[in-house]
Structures are given as structure tokens and as C-alpha cells.
């Protein structure tokens, strides 16, 4: 009993441990804190182009690489805040038919074959006809049908933090966010890389304009648990053949 025990408790592995610990109580909410910290954390790496050397101009006020001549307050250094607008509605309507048939007839027959057709009756276990030694015939049809039908609506607004700037420019963002309603918890989680350029004069940025975009919404809970198949079912769809 022990055995079994263990066992179901380390299939699922540190999720079951956590839900059995929320039994009674809400979803904890994961304190805020460095997105960098997160163990699963990767900083970025993309091509970046060759750096040029300008020379610098004692008489200019305007310096190679700046992006505007008066500062603006919108996000461009590593821990500043950006809003990340998402507004994803795709859909997609696909219907395929197709029809086959097909008829093929064959004959076969040895009228003259220097004299031995007379003997082929002989040969044979019944008599035959040698005009119509091998006669055959097929028919075959194939009808198909499909249909894919999908829509899908996200939008949302949550604010990021600039988590490294790239030697090109760009920034690499990261936004988390998590809201609880009584005992369900909705986690929402952004990352991706964007110009600086492409950040509006209200401190927002488009989704569709994320370089290597990831957008994630789920949750956790009472709710989610009821839709979510048990370990033993996933693990049977895996495993079973048939």
C-alpha cells in the first residue's frame, strides 16, 4: 500500500504536491521578484550586425546611435516599464472534397500459336477457348470530405519590464501577470523582443510586433482541475496503441 502510494504521489511529480498543499485554501500567488531570477530564465541571442566605427565630431551636437535628439520618457533601459497590448483574433475555415472512381477491363487469348492451341484442351484440366484464355475486370471509386473550422479570440493589456537590451538596440521584454477569483488563479506571461521605435508615445507596444513572441494564458484551481484529464488517463493516451 505504501508502494502505491509513493507511486502516485511521484507520477505527477512536484504538481500534485502542490495542490494537495492549496487543499482548503485558494491558489498561492507567486510573489513578485526579478523575471531574470526564474530558473527557466534564457537571455536572448539573435544575429546582430557588424558594429561601425564613426568618428566622433568635436562640433556636433548629435551623436551616432542616438534614436532621437531630445530624450523621451518611454521605456529603453533594462528595468523599465512597457505596456504589451494583445489582441489576437485568428481564425481559419478549410473544407476539402474529392471523388475518385476507376474501371479497367482486360482479355487475354491465344487464337494461333503454331498449332499447340488445339492441344490446350488436352493440357488443361476443362476444356477452354483459346481466344479467351485470360479475361479480367476491376472497378474501384474513393470519396473524401473535410472540414476545419477555428477561431480564436486573446486579448490582453499587461505591463512588462525590459529585462536586457540587445547590442543592436532592441529590447528583450518580459511580462507576468497572475489574478485570482476566489479559488481559480489565471497566470498571463509575455516575452519577446522589440524596437525601441516601435514603442508608443504612450509606453505600449503591439503584440504583432514581438520578435520571437510567447504568449501563454492559463491557470489553475478548482475549475481547471475539473477540465484537465487525470494523470492516469494521460498516461493511458500515451501509452495504449489502440
Known amino acids: 500500500m505504501r508502494i502505491v502510494l509513493a507511486l502516485v504521489l511521484l507520477l505527477p511529480g512536484c504538481g500534485a504536491l502542490t495542490r494537495l498543499s492549496e487543499i482548503g485554501r485558494p491558489p498561492t500567488m507567486t510573489p513578485s521578484g526579478d523575471p531574470t531570477a526564474d530558473p527557466a530564465y534564457r ?27 531630445f530624450k ?8 523599465d516599464i512597457v505596456t504589451i497590448l494583445v489582441n489576437i483574433t485568428d481564425g481559419a475555415d478549410l473544407k476539402n472534397q474529392s471523388n475518385e472512381g476507376r474501371t479497367g477491363q482486360e482479355s487475354m487469348g491465344l487464337p494461333n500459336l503454331l498449332g499447340f492451341e488445339s492441344a490446350l484442351p488436352r493440357m488443361l484440366a476443362k476444356a477452354v477457348n483459346a481466344n479467351q484464355l485470360v479475361s479480367a475486370n476491376s472497378a474501384g471509386s474513393a470519396t473524401g470530405s473535410g472540414a476545419i473550422k477555428r477561431t480564436e479570440t486573446v486579448t490582453l493589456r499587461l505591463a512588462g519590464v ?4 540587445l547590442p543592436n538596440g532592441n529590447l528583450a521584454v518580459a511580462a507576468r501577470q497572475e489574478v485570482r477569483v476566489n ?14 521605435q516601435d514603442i508608443g508615445s504612450d509606453n505600449t507596444v503591439r503584440h504583432d510586433r514581438l520578435a520571437e513572441a510567447r504568449i501563454a494564458y492559463g491557470g489553475r484551481g478548482q475549475i481547471s482541475d475539473v477540465q484537465r484529464p487525470r494523470y492516469g488517463q494521460q498516461l493511458l493516451d500515451v501509452l495504449l496503441p489502440f
Open 43 to 69: 537571455p536572448i541571442s539573435l544575429p546582430m550586425p557588424r558594429p561601425q566605427m564613426v568618428p566622433a565630431e568635436a562640433n556636433s551636437l548629435w551623436r551616432s546611435g542616438s534614436r532621437a535628439f
Open 72 to 79: 523621451d520618457q518611454r521605456a529603453a533601459a533594462v528595468g
Open 162 to 165: 525590459i529585462v536586457q537590451a
Open 183 to 196: 479559488s481559480e488563479l489565471r497566470e498571463l506571461q509575455v516575452s519577446g523582443v522589440i524596437r525601441p
